[in-house]
């Protein structure tokens, strides 16, 4: 790539001025972005990298692209309860194409200016297409939520319809019998392509969760960060997982499949107090967002699922499934 | 990738408990990494990424990869005057080779821990081989070193001796004739492949230098970004120019070319009022680190190359040369 190609890239990521957050006392284009976090607050950062057929398909819109190369970063901060401040693009493009582009950047920069986040420096490269992206956030010192916080009596909670992804992930891959119908199908798309990253319910959760993490492997996969991150174990109550109205149709199989082993949802999911149930609950009304209690922690480590509570341990067949991601 | 084999490359930056600088709040491993500045401090924060084939050659030592993957970055640091705080690494590999993580992950620690720069956070992905690095620095508020400062009539400096890196390269490419000594060799390589990022440079201009700059693009044309931003023009002075011992047996043309024009340096270009002098001498001297004083700042845009000051201007046969750069 020659150095005009850089300038050309470069200026579908610049901002007119007065136009989008200002985040930065030094803004990209100098050696260093320079922030200054509010008194009081600590900085929280995170880094992801998407690599074109491994975590994305060629035939996804770049606008959609864009926009998820932020959010599952943004995700990332909600699940440590931080504000976010401004974001690094590192991207690697084989070729200059000014369509693809204006697209990634629209998505891109339409999310991160719903998130008053700002770019504040980035670096592009020639080569096979990848997208990485760090975060910046801020959370009151001390008060970052953190997988490690569990404790035992504790609720389990997730946000929104875990799920969905996965259902569009294999729709796409034609595992499907019967398929979806096209409504469904663009619902389950749009959480795959699209997520929406719950930073205000993070913030929300602040002094309420006593552990977080996003829901990026699969609720089960994510719960045993937390659950291995606190020394704690859970038991989960399979009739308590929410449904989403584009699984509802699915076979009870293919439901808890999706919901307990698919990821890629950047669903929140949580710990809290009993104490805290009523404000959580709260919290959800206000932020329009369902919480679903799902399940409980437990001093003995391992998990146990159950119809409901009271009944019989399940087989849990997602013992070994983590390995069946791509 | 499986799962498996991501925690079998997170085991090769995972320090000892003791070992390695401790700066995070939160470290690797949770959502976010959670840093706190310092009271009074403004965060800086760079991001580049490394590409094989584009930035190294798949025959460069992977601990020397490693060390450069930081060096870049933590040179983006010292140009804006900061103190390195810590990095997050993401790493796309193509496979999982134990020799190739050992390597590269003891040439990126030891540069962590001679700056005290700790690995806060991380991702690692399957894909081409990519390695991108953002850094997180500290610098008193107000005093980053920016590239738009520089004044009409500041001295312009330039840290060691630029040039041994495009030497190397040229010699790779088997564009020297008659070709290097072994020494020599040697010593331009380790110019390219081991850099040896300014931070301390950096953090004893702040307050002296109006302008800085890391040479990563070649001398001229990171010079053309400090006029640019600075909305001034410069005087450079052929015969000031420190030559590499590497460099001393070259004709005029290769040195003139590999020092004005090579890139890959991460030297330490930068302005200063005379009135800093002799502060700029002594700390150079402090540190043992040349710093030559090349030209001057001028109010009329563009730069002239003279052979002395007081000469007539000599013909600038680099002004189209950043096309060559592959």
Known sequence: ????????????????????????????????????????????????????????????????????????????????????????????????????????????????DEHDCELVGGDTTAGPLAIGVTVLGEVPSGRAL???????????????????????????RGTLVPGLSAADFETARLALERPDPRVALGVGLRGLASAAIDVSDGLLGDLGHILAHSGVGADLFLSTLPIAPCLAARSRTEQLDCILAGGDDYELLFT????????????????????SRIGRVRGQPGRSLFESEGMAPLADRWASFDHFKA
């Open 146 to 172: 953190l997988r490690s916080g569990a404790a035992v009596g504790d609720d389990i909670w997730v946000s929104g319809h875990p799920g969905e992804a996965r259902l569009a992930l294999e729709a796409f």
């Open 1 to 112: 790539m020659s150095l005009g190609e850089f300038d050309l890239i470069a200026r579908y990521f610049q901002r007119p001025a007065g136009q989008g957050p200002r985040r930065a006392v030094v803004g990209n284009g100098d050696d260093c972005a320079v922030l200054a976090p509010a008194p009081g607050m600590q900085l929280a950062v995170s880094t992801d990298t998407m690599v074109e057929g491994r975590h994305f398909l060629s035939t996804v819109p770049p606008e959609r692209l864009g926009h998820k190369a932020l959010a599952v970063n943004l995700s990332d901060l909600a699940a440590a309860g931080a504000q976010p401040l401004g974001f690094l693009l590192a991207l690697t493009l084989p070729r200059v194409d000014e369509a693809w582009l204006a697209g990634f950047a629209r998505g891109l920069l339409a999310l991160a």
């Open 272 to 291: 809290a107090s009993a104490a805290h149930r009523e404000a959580v609950v709260q919290l959800g009304a206000q932020l329009g967002l369902p919480l």
